[in-house]
Nanobody, 120 residues
């Protein structure tokens, strides 16, 4: 079992920045990929970014490439999502996910989600 706790969401103006954190605990030694997904009101959950736990390889959705950066601190079992140049369309609940053999999923474990709201 892996437990995930997200933090760092909030309200920001367009063009601003936020950094989300996801702390993992439990059976973290078996994780291959960790990722971030988001779900906007009335829309399906979508892939945002992922990172390989061992090699640090990163993957991004086209909509966030160049603006968002995923990183990890293996010693703290924590993954981060740094979000810059935020747009109103980035408004969503952001979910951390863990333990997939593929960057884009499917993932076995999910966090509770953290709200990100970008005002225009």
């Amino acid at each position: 079992q892996v437990q995930l706790v997200e933090s760092g969401g909030g309200l920001v103006q367009a063009g601003g920045s936020l950094r989300l954190s996801c702390a993992a605990s439990g059976r973290t030694f078996s994780m291959h990929y960790m990722g971030w997904f988001r779900q906007a009101p009335g829309k399906e959950r979508e892939f945002v970014a992922a990172i390989s736990w061992s090699g640090g390889f990163t993957y991004y959705a086209d909509s966030v490439k160049g603006r968002f950066t995923i990183s990890r601190d293996s010693a703290k079992n924590t993954v981060y999502l740094s979000m810059n140049s935020l747009k109103p369309e980035d408004t969503a609940v952001y979910y951390c996910a863990a333990d997939s053999s593929r960057a884009y999923g499917p993932y076995e474990y999910w966090g509770q989600g953290t709200q990100v709201t970008v005002s225009s």
